[in-house]
């Protein structure tokens, strides 16, 4: 998009002029030679964007296998004990391998599509070429144009094949920037859950005990399949609540839309008598503390994963995390100590 904006566009604007300017040139040459030229060249130009539907399609299903490539490499650095451990490496190569024929096709699909675009282009271009300098080479030959106006006239000719050229780049940059725009849309597109419902209050109401009413939730946002359904809790300020069941029956779940990752799809999750919606979510949790079951470690020092939110970390309250979670002990006797450097490089 950004190669689009900067240089496609302010070339094909010059070319534009160019093209428009050599144009009068040589209409006050030949009338029949510029009528030809536009006619040969609008076939040109017609016959390669009649691929852009082909092009397009082809474009769509390459970025689709290209980022299951990614994301079964991905699996396959990360899951390295895994395979090993299951024995399952002749399995994931052959899954990776498909994924490469698929890529492989698509290459040899796009690389047809642009022989054949490319074969109709140079027969209409040399075509009229070749009929220009016939027409030219005849009216030298019968006195209708001097051999200088003739070179002119080829000068001119092969000065505005450029912009024709840049016209057919030009469109299929404009495609590309189009396909990125989509693509750029799709993430762009999701609400912001700062802007979804307008203000959000900033302050936590006096009365802090957890409600869930009539509660119903769906990963996949349906009225249909819940996890939760017609759920009613109720967690007391102050309290310690435990919330116990079989691995898969939404104890997780229920977590994440107490913490706001989640709007139920019918129901409430209030907090005393405010919503949960109205709450800003900065703040929600910033009073909140979560340690989720497939938490992430950053590529950082103990301390900034500790508190992965603070430009400075503050070392009293570092040292009671450590504390209450029993592991003090275990990073003094490291040698770096908190400075220590964890996680995947």
């Known amino acids: 998009v950004e190669a689009f904006m900067t240089g496609t566009s302010i070339n094909t604007l010059f070319s534009f002029v160019n093209f428009i300017v050599f144009g009068f040139v040589l209409a006050y040459y030949d009338w029949t030679i ?28 390459r970025f689709s ?45 796009g690389l047809a599509l642009q022989q054949y675009q490319q074969l109709g282009a140079v027969f209409f271009n040399q075509t009229t070429n070749i009929l220009i300098s016939f027409i030219a080479a005849r009216a030298v030959v019968q006195g209708d144009m001097t051999l200088g106006m003739m070179m002119s006239v080829t000068y001119i000719v092969g000065q505005l094949s450029s912009p024709i050229e840049q016209l057919i780049d030009f469109s299929r940059s404009l495609q590309d920037a189009k396909i990125s725009l989509e693509r750029l849309g799709e993430i762009h597109g999701k609400e912001d859950e700062e802007q979804v419902g307008g203000i959000r209050l900033n302050v936590l109401p006096d009365d802090r005990t957890l409600r869930l009413e009539n509660l119903s939730f769906s990963y996949d946002g349906a009225d249909r399949d819940y996890v939760l359904e017609d759920i009613n809790l109720t967690i007391p300020h102050n309290r310690v609540t435990a919330i116990v069941g079989a691995s898969g029956s939404g104890k997780t779940t229920i977590v994440k839309l107490l913490l706001g990752f989640y709007n139920p799809n019918k129901g409430d999750v209030r907090i005393g008598d405010t919503s949960l919606r109205n709450l800003n979510p900065h703040v929600w949790r910033s009073k909140t503390g979560s340690v989720m079951q497939d938490g992430f470690i950053f590529s950082d020092t103990i301390a900034n994963n500790i508190a992965p939110g603070e430009e400075v970390v503050d070392k009293e309250r570092l040292l009671h995390a450590v504390t209450v979670a029993n592991i003090r002990d275990f990073i003094d006797s490291l040698p770096l100590g908190y400075n220590t450097k964890i996680g995947m490089e």
């Open 34 to 61: 510029l009528g030809l030229f536009l006619a040969g060249n609008g076939l040109y130009v017609a016959w390669v964007l009649a691929f852009m539907r082909w092009r397009r399609e082809l474009d769509v299903k």
């Open 65 to 109: 296998q290209a980022a299951g490539e990614q994301s079964n490499l991905f699996q396959l650095i990360t899951g390295m004990q895994e395979i090993k451990l299951n024995n399952c490496e002749t399995k994931m190569r052959w899954k990776w391998e498909r994924i490469q024929v698929k890529l492989f096709k698509i290459g040899i699909k």
